[in-house]
């Protein structure tokens, strides 16, 4: 069975800490993501990774930066945390091997983690 | 970039009514539309999908369709149950699967 994991569910900071979220996946995957999720905004890209050191910029970047030196784990870094950070971070992965009728492009999400900043 | 919005954010319906959510992009170089499931304390996860050079496709009780030229497509649940309780997300992106696009959510609610 497929598995992205997230280490914490729930994470309580102060405003002003390091905070980091890990992302696992058992996959394979060449791509992984971290999104946010917030009431009423959908899931929104943070930034996203095709490959061991790559990454791109999503579409809300600001106050955030990734790490990715092995394949199968993807870092979220709040360098400071501040309190609209406040959110559901949740990690995804997905291949971009071809097979059968050509990529699925399928996103196999963790279960999130929920972070309170104070 | 693609701009998706999602209608409506929540739906009410009555077990073995079926649910139409809705879903607009702006980007006419998008061609490919999943939708995801996403169950209380879960991450979401893909129930189905469509591609640009298809109009309809079914799974079951689900199905979608695609109106490339108005940009719209809609996720159909039929003889809906309470496990279809949820909250569920359109996306769409263009085939590098590099960057999806979420609508804002919609939350299905089907009393029993």
């Known amino acids: 069975d497929v598995k992205v994991t997230q280490s914490s569910r729930y994470l309580v900071k102060r405003t002003g800490e390091k905070v980091f979220l890990e992302c ?52 979220l870094i709040l360098e400071s945390a501040s309190t609209n950070q406040t959110s559901m971070y949740l990690c995804a992965s997905s291949s971009t091997s071809k097979s059968g009728t050509g990529n699925t492009g399928e996103l196999f999400f963790g279960e999130g983690s929920r972070l309170t900043v104070l | 970039g693609e701009n998706v919005e999602q209608h409506p954010s929540t739906l009410s319906v009555q077990e073995g009514d079926s649910a139409v959510i809705k879903c607009t992009y702006s980007d006419s170089a998008s061609n490919y539309f999943p ?11 893909l129930i189905i999908d469509i591609r ?61």
């Open chain 2, 35 to 45: 939708w995801y499931k996403q169950e209380l304390g879960k991450g979401p996860q």
């Open chain 1, 24 to 75: 696992v996946q058992d996959m394979d995957h060449e791509n992984m993501f971290w999104y946010r999720q917030d009431p009423g905004l959908g899931l929104r890209l943070i930034y996203f990774s095709y490959d061991v050191k790559m990454k791109e910029k999503g579409d809300i970047p600001e106050g955030y930066s990734v790490s990715r030196e092995k394949k199968e784990r993807f870092s």
């Open chain 2, 52 to 112: 640009s050079n298809v109009g309809e496709k079914k799974d079951q009780r689900i199905a979608v369709t695609l109106n490339k030229t108005a940009k719209h497509f809609s996720l159909h649940i039929t003889e809906t149950q309470p496990e279809d309780s949820a909250v569920y997300f359109c996306a769409a992106t263009t085939y590098n699967f590099n960057k999806f696009y979420f609508g804002s959510g919609t939350k299905l609610n089907v009393k029993p």
